[in-house]
Nanobody, 117 residues
Framework: QVQLVESGGGLVQPGESLRLSCAAS????????MSWYRQAPGKERMLVAS????????NYADSVKGRFAISRDNAMNTVYLQMNNLTPDDTGVYYC??????????WGQGTQVTVSR
């Protein structure tokens, strides 16, 4: 049974930081590229950051470049998203996704991040 379990969300003030984690089980983790998505209230889910299966390549949405960093630990089957200098626009539910050349992709259940004074 495949599971992706996100954690680390919460309520923070603007300018603060959070580190999200996504722990995978039931898949050969190092085969999968991993991504973080955000879905804000009333908006479509958008890609925030992605990392290749062995971590050699990363990509970020323009809105988070320079503030967020995605990383992975294949020995721990975990992907991370370090989020710094958070703004209210970063508010939403953050989902991790595992994808490979062969479907299906897998999604976690999401973790809520709220940035507010």
């Amino acid at each position: 049974q495949v599971q992706l379990v996100e954690s680390g969300g919460g309520l923070v003030q603007p300018g603060e930081s959070l580190r999200l984690s996504c722990a995978a089980s039931g898949i050969f983790f190092s085969v999968y590229a991993m991504s973080w998505y955000r879905q804000a209230p009333g908006k479509e889910r958008m890609l925030v950051a992605s990392i290749s299966n062995i971590g050699g390549s990363t990509n970020y949405a323009d809105s988070v470049k320079g503030r967020f960093a995605i990383s992975r630990d294949n020995a721990m089957n975990t992907v991370y998203l370090q989020m710094n200098n958070l703004t209210p626009d970063d508010t939403g539910v953050y989902y991790c996704r595992a994808s490979s050349r062969v479907p299906p992709d897998y999604w976690g259940q999401g973790t809520q991040v709220t940035v507010s004074r």
